[in-house]
C-alpha cells in the first residue's frame, strides 16, 4: 500500500503533482496542435479544481515542446522540474469523427524516463502523484507509492500482465470502460479495491462514470453537452475528482464536478485549449521563439532542469492519448 500522504497546513489546497507523458495533439484538418497527454491534462484539471499542480516529465526543444510548457504555464501548473532536451516532442495525430476523436499516429519524441532515487524522494512533498499507462513510469509505481499516494490511469489496458499487480499501490485506480457493460465494469472496480487499491474509477463515456472503495458505490451520470471533440473528456474528469478525493471531498460531489469538467472539455477543441499553428516542417521541427499560442493567463513560473533518467519500466503499446 501507498504510504501516509503528507500532511499540509489545515485548510490547504491538495498539491497534486502529474508525471510522465507529454504530447502535442496535431490535427490536420484543423492546421493546429494543442498541448496534452495524460499527466499533462491531469495535472492542469486539478489545478482548475483547486490544488496546487505541477507536472514532471520531457519535452523537446521544438516548437510543439514550447507549446506544452507555455500552456503549463498559463494554467498555472509548476514547471521547474520540467526538462528541455534536443529533439522532437511527442505528437499523437487527431482526427475528428462526428465530434468523436480518432487517433491516427504517433511518436514519443524525446519524452521517455524514469526517475533516479533522488528525484524518488522528493515526492513525499506531494499529496498524491499522477501517472498513466501512457508514460514510462508504471515500472516505478511501487517506489513512488513507497514516498506518497498513487493514481494511475490504465485507460483500457487492465489485462495487460504488469497491471493487476500495480493496484495494492494506488491511492485512485482508473480505468476507460466504454466498452465495458455495466455487471463487467463493476467486477473490475471490486477486483481492484479487493487487490489493495483505495479508489476505483471506470468511466464509461455517455453511460458515466462509476467509483467504489470496495464499501460504497457511486453512479454518475454524464452531463449534457454538445460534443465538439471528446479528447481531453476522461482526463478531465480524473483530474477533477483526483483534486477532490485528496482534499477529502464528499464523493458524491466530487463526481458531479468532475462530470462538469469532462462535459466542459468536450466544447472545444484539443485537451484544454492553448491551440497553436501546426509548423509546416512537420512534427520534428525545431522552431525557437514564442509566438503564437493563445494564452488565457500569462506565465506562472519558469523550466528548470528535470535531472537525467535512472531506467525504465514497462511500456504497454499505445498510440500516445489513447482513451483521452
Not at 521544438?62 to 494554467?75: F, K, S
Not at 495487460?160 to 473490475?188: C, I, K, N, V
Not at 484544454?272 to 521563439?289: I, N, Q, S, V
Request: net charge negative.
Amino acid at each position: 500500500m501507498a504510504a501516509p500522504p503528507p500532511s499540509g497546513p489545515p485548510g490547504a489546497p491538495p498539491r497534486v503533482l502529474g508525471i510522465g507523458d507529454n504530447v502535442v495533439d496535431r490535427y490536420p484538418d484543423l492546421g493546429l496542435m494543442f498541448p496534452g497527454g495524460n499527466a499533462v491534462n491531469v495535472a492542469v484539471h486539478a489545478r482548475r479544481a483547486g490544488a496546487e499542480a505541477a507536472y514532471w516529465g520531457v519535452t523537446g526543444d521544438d516548437r510543439a515542446g514550447e507549446v506544452v510548457r507555455l500552456a503549463l504555464e498559463a494554467e498555472g501548473v509548476g514547471t521547474a522540474r520540467v526538462r528541455t532536451v534536443h529533439g522532437p516532442n511527442a505528437w499523437a495525430e487527431v482526427g475528428l469523427v462526428g465530434g468523436d476523436r480518432v487517433f491516427k499516429g504517433s511518436d514519443d519524441g524525446v519524452s521517455v524516463f524514469a526517475l533516479d532515487e533522488a528525484e524518488l524522494d522528493t515526492l513525499t512533498g506531494w499529496d498524491v502523484v499522477h501517472t498513466a499507462y501512457s508514460g514510462s513510469l508504471a515500472g516505478q509505481v511501487p517506489d513512488i507509492a513507497a514516498r506518497t499516494r498513487v493514481s494511475f490511469d490504465f485507460s483500457h489496458h487492465w489485462r495487460e500482465p504488469w497491471a493487476a499487480g500495480l493496484h495494492r499501490h494506488l491511492f485512485l485506480a482508473a480505468f476507460s470502460a466504454s466498452q465495458l457493460d455495466a455487471d463487467t465494469a463493476g467486477r473490475l472496480l471490486r477486483e481492484t479495491v479487493r487487490e489493495g487499491a483505495r479508489w476505483a474509477l471506470a468511466t464509461r463515456g455517455s453511460a458515466g462514470a462509476v467509483l467504489t472503495d470496495g464499501d460504497s458505490w457511486w453512479q454518475q451520470p454524464a452531463a449534457t453537452t454538445g460534443a465538439v471533440d471528446t479528447l481531453g473528456a476522461g482526463d478531465a474528469f480524473t483530474g477533477t475528482l483526483l483534486a477532490a478525493l485528496t482534499a477529502g471531498d464528499d464523493p458524491r460531489q466530487a463526481l458531479a464536478g468532475a462530470a462538469e469538467a469532462a462535459a466542459a472539455a468536450c466544447t472545444a477543441h484539443g485537451a484544454f485549449g492553448y491551440g497553436a499553428p501546426l509548423p509546416a516542417e512537420g512534427p520534428d521541427a525545431t522552431a525557437p521563439g514564442t509566438g503564437g499560442v493563445t494564452t488565457a493567463r500569462g506565465p506562472a513560473e519558469g523550466a528548470g532542469p528535470l535531472p537525467t533518467a535512472a531506467q525504465e519500466g514497462p511500456r504497454p503499446p499505445r498510440p500516445h492519448g489513447e482513451n483521452r
